[in-house]
Every structure is written in structure tokens, then in C-alpha cells.
């Protein structure tokens, strides 16, 4: 995709690089359940905001807040708190 | 850079690799595509992006995403990047990047807006603008390969900012089962039948497939039109579930 200098939202697809520092598998086909209403979704379908300060995925459904990534120079910090459960399917 | 020599099986995915600038083409007044030389690249899947990063002197990085608009050709890989006007990075990739320069990649990247060749059933593309690139990769991935029959409704502001448009007229003709449609927003072609305007219900009934053929519908482009186009073919009745969208921001 292109972030072409424009503004959010973007979508899960935009996670897919900042997060396959930290994933084995890969993560935008996940399902994520959000803790806040229930709904599980593909992360690929996540509202995206950012990236400064860092990247925000908020709920497609409920727009609650599922994971934060934020990189510095040195560290990775995620925070997945807004997602209770993450399915991934595993390759046969 | 010197790099050791390592297997590319072994070398992890999620590194950033060097790239080098081989050929450039100009696609559309603002659109470029740039061919880039990745040493041992493992392959993609059509729909799949890289993210490019770019270091200054000063050691400032900043970092974009592309999607890959062409399937695998042993290391050569191919972006097209649209210039945004007072962007910080598309203008550089466009106007002043030069052959043999380096960049670093990482990829590829995403596995939920990607088409498998293996995939049997009709499929519908919708494009806004540069959203076109990764559609584009799964057309140029089909051709020869599968028979199934894809639609692609591709929405721009002009006839001069269609990119591919060349390539598109011969693949429509020569493929077998594609099909392509412009919707104009801005300006359309004299004598045409469709007044400018953002593409509507009416677009896709006209060009697209109805739901009970229960297509894999894949829309790309500015994040209105993406929400926009869902939204419509939701409404008509195609199943949430076969419909796989990547935004790319605010239009």
C-alpha cells in the first residue's frame, strides 16, 4: 500500500511491516477479538491512525483501541491490551 | 554496504534489506515505476507490499509503504509510486531517485489483501488512483496462469492520470476474461456516456459482478472511496466476508 503522505485513517494493512519485527507469522490476516465489544476481526481491517507518535489500531466495529506500536531506536513497545484473543492461521 | 553472503532462506524476512534502483518508466504525469534489485528476494504474492526506507546524511530514516505492482521476477521487483503533492518521500522517489541508487526494503509484506492464482472464482477490483498498483499486480499475475474472470472498475480524476492505461487496453483484448471499466470523477473523455463523478451504485452494477456469482471483491485506493465502495457492495448484497479493502489515507 502507499502511504502517500496523506493523512489517516489508514488500515491494518499499514501494520504489517512495524509488526513483523515482533511476529513469526504473519499478522494482518490474524483475527482479533476486541475486549471491549466482542467482534473478532481480520487485522488487516483495523482503523489505523499515525505513524507519529506511533501507530494506532482502533476497533472496526466499536473503534476501541486493540494495539499500540510505537518504535524507538532501540525497542519495539506493543501494547495488545485491547485484544483479548488473536487467531492466527498456521501454514500446513 | 558490505553484506556476509547468506542463504536468502535463511536471511530473516523481517530485515531491512538493501535495494538498488534499475530502471525507472513514467507511468502517468505524476506516477513512476521504479524497478528495484533485491538480492536473493524469495517471491510474493500478488496484493502484498514492501516498505521502503530512506536515510539521510544526517541519519534521518523515514519509511513508506508499496505495494509490489508486478509478480516476481527473480530479484527484480516493481513499485509505481504516485507523487503527492508536498509529500516527503513520493516526490524523492519519483523525480529524483536515480538508477544505481540505494534504498533499503523490507518484505514482502501483508497476507490478507493478497489473490492466489489457485483462487478459482470470479474477481472484482476497484480502484481509486494509485489503489490501482496491487490490483494491477494480481491482473499482470493472472495473465496466463488462471482463467478466472476479473472485473476492474479503476476510478481517476482524468484520462491523463489513468496508469497502466496502455497495458490495461492490450490486456483486456489479449488476456481472455478481464474486463476494465474508468469511472472519471473530474473530466471525462468527450462523447463519453458517464457525466464526472465519484463512482456510485449504479458504476458497479454496470461493471461489476452481482453478488449470487459470490465474487472475491478486492478495493484499493483513498480511504473515502475504499469505505465508500464497501459500503455500496455490502449494500447490494455482496457477503462482508468476500470483500478485502486496503486503505491508503485520506484522499
Known amino acids: 500500500m502507499t502511504q502517500t503522505e496523506t493523512t489517516g485513517p489508514y488500515d491494518g494493512n499499514a501494520l504489517a511491516g512495524p509488526l513483523s519485527e515482533v511476529f513469526a507469522l504473519e499478522v494482518t490476516a490474524a483475527l482479533a477479538r476486541c475486549r471491549g465489544c466482542g467482534q473478532s476481526a481480520p487485522v488487516a481491517t483495523l482503523v489505523v491512525y499515525g505513524p507519529e507518535p506511533g501507530l494506532v489500531g482502533r476497533c472496526p466495529g466499536c473503534s476501541d483501541v486493540l494495539l499500540r506500536v510505537v518504535r524507538t531506536p532501540d525497542a519495539v513497545w506493543l501494547d495488545l491490551g485491547g485484544i483479548s484473543a488473536l487467531r492466527f492461521a498456521v501454514p500446513t | 554496504m558490505a553484506r556476509a553472503a ?23 504525469p505524476s506516477a513512476r515505476t521504479l524497478v528495484l534489485g533485491v538480492d536473493a528476494w524469495a517471491g510474493h504474492l500478488p496484493g502484498q507490499h514492501i516498505d521502503v526506507r530512506l536515510t539521510a546524511e544526517d541519519g534521518y ?11 516476481a521476477a527473480g530479484d527484480r521487483l516493481e513499485i509505481t509510486v504516485q507523487r503527492a503533492d508536498g509529500g516527503e518521500v513520493s516526490p524523492f522517489l519519483t523525480d529524483e531517485l536515480g538508477v544505481g541508487d540505494r534504498v533499503e526494503v523490507r518484505g514482502p509484506l501483508g497476507g490478507w489483501f493478497v489473490w492466489r492464482p489457485a483462487d478459482p472464482g470470479p474477481v472484482l477490483l476497484v480502484a481509486g488512483g494509485s489503489g490501482v498498483v496491487p490490483l494491477m499486480a494480481m491482473i499482470r499475475a493472472r495473465a496466463g496462469v488462471s482463467r478466472a474472470p476479473f472485473r476492474l472498475i479503476y476510478s481517476v480524476r482524468t484520462p491523463d492520470d489513468r496508469i497502466y492505461a496502455a497495458e490495461l487496453r492490450r490486456r483486456a483484448a489479449d488476456d481472455g476474461g478481464l474486463d476494465v471499466a474508468y469511472v472519471y470523477t473530474r473530466e471525462a473523455p468527450a462523447g463519453g456516456s458517464r457525466p464526472p463523478g465519484r463512482i456510485g451504485a449504479d458504476d458497479l452494477v454496470v461493471h461489476g459482478w452481482p453478488p449470487d456469482f459470490e465474487p472475491a471483491c478486492y478495493v484499493c485506493g483513498p480511504t473515502p472511496l475504499v469505505e465508500a465502495v464497501a459500503g455500496l457492495l455490502v449494500g447490494w448484497g455482496h457477503h462482508p ?11
Open chain 2, 6 to 28: 547468506v542463504p536468502g532462506r535463511l536471511r530473516a524476512r523481517r530485515a531491512w534489506r538493501p535495494a538498488v534502483l534499475l530502471e525507472r518508466r513514467t507511468e502517468s
Open chain 2, 241 to 251: 466476508e468476500r470483500i478485502r479493502t486496503e486503505r491508503f489515507g485520506g484522499s
Open chain 2, 61 to 71: 530514516q523515514t519509511a513508506r509503504s508499496y505495494s509490489l505492482a508486478a509478480p
